[in-house]
C-alpha cells in the first residue's frame, strides 16, 4: 500500500519559513508527477503547487508565486516544498498528493495517493 507522510509544518511568525518534506514509500515516484494542496479551517482543499516526473516544470497558485517552491528527489523518493515569507493566509493542513500521471497540475481527481497532512500555522 502506497503510503505518503508529510512532515515540517509547525508554528512560525509571519514572515517566517517552512520547508516541508513529502515521503512516498511502497512505490517509486519517479514516473509521477506531485503535487501539494492545503485546506484552511473551514474552506475546501486548495491547489498550491505540482512539479513533473523529472522536474523540469511546475506551476504554483497565485496566491503562492514568488513565495514558495517546489522540488523534489526522486532518488529519495521525497518532495520538497520551501515555504519563504508566510503570512497569515498560508495557514492550513498542506497535503502531498502522488499524481496519476507524469505531468500533472492543479485538479485533485489527477492524484492518486494523499498524505494525512502537516499543520502549519502563521502568527502575527
Known amino acids: 500500500q502506497v503510503k505518503v507522510i508529510e512532515s515540517g509544518g509547525g508554528l512560525v511568525q509571519a514572515g517566517g519559513s517552512l520547508r516541508l518534506t513529502c515521503v512516498v514509500s511502497?512505490?517509486?515516484?519517479?514516473?509521477?508527477?506531485m503535487g501539494w494542496f492545503r485546506q484552511a479551517p473551514g474552506k475546501g482543499r486548495d491547489f498550491v503547487s505540482a512539479?513533473?516526473?523529472?522536474?523540469?516544470?511546475?506551476y504554483y497558485a497565485n496566491a503562492v508565486e514568488g513565495r514558495f517552491t517546489v522540488s523534489r528527489d526522486n532518488d529519495k523518493n521525497t518532495v520538497f516544498l520551501q515555504m519563504n515569507d508566510l503570512n497569515l493566509e498560508d495557514t492550513a493542513t498542506y497535503f502531498c498528493?502522488?499524481?496519476?500521471?507524469?505531468?500533472?497540475?492543479?485538479?485533485?481527481?489527477?492524484?492518486?495517493?494523499w498524505g494525512q497532512g502537516t499543520q502549519v500555522t502563521v502568527s502575527s
Open positions: 512539479i513533473k516526473y523529472d522536474g523540469k516544470k511546475v
Open positions: 511502497e512505490q517509486s515516484i519517479r514516473n509521477y508527477g
Open positions: 498528493a502522488v499524481g496519476r500521471f507524469g505531468h500533472v497540475r492543479s485538479t485533485q481527481s489527477e492524484y492518486a495517493y
